[in-house]
């Protein structure tokens, strides 16, 4: 499984980006996606989960309500929507496919992932 993430960069405060993975395996609709983050000295950080139909997800509590997950089955790709970004919003934006949870459910710790990508580097200015 390998993941390719993209359309990280630079934005001011209070702008918006959209985080694209595309992942190569050939049931990514089995799979539960997620997005975490990281700055250099902290633990990976939740940010949002996605399970396989789309239909249930899950955030992190500093992005609620200003960060959308979404997926697109049929092009192996799962996205986040990120409005209203804050300086604290800088990061490494790692999305990750957990290939063993059940339909219906979201994984969010980082415990759940078996595969992850090389992440992007979003950063926001003040």
């Known amino acids: 499984v390998q993941l390719q993430a993209s359309g990280g960069g630079l934005v001011q405060a209070g702008g918006s980006l959209r985080l694209s993975c595309t992942a190569s395996?050939?049931?990514?609709?089995?799979?539960?996606m997620g997005w975490f983050r990281q700055v250099p000295g902290k633990e990976r950080e939740f940010v949002a989960s996605i399970s396989w139909s789309g239909t249930r997800r899950d955030y992190g509590t500093s992005v609620k309500g200003r960060f959308t997950i979404s997926r697109d089955n049929a092009e192996n790709t799962v996205f986040l929507q990120m409005h209203s970004l804050k300086p604290e919003d800088t990061a490494v934006y790692y999305c990750?496919?957990?290939?063993?949870?059940?339909?219906?459910?979201?994984?969010?710790?980082?415990?759940?992932?078996?595969?992850w990508g090389q992440g992007t580097q979003v950063t926001v200015s003040s």
């Open positions: 395996v050939p049931t990514f609709s089995r799979y539960v």
């Open positions: 990750a496919a957990d290939e063993n949870a059940v339909s219906g459910a979201v994984s969010t710790t980082v415990q759940r992932y078996e595969y």
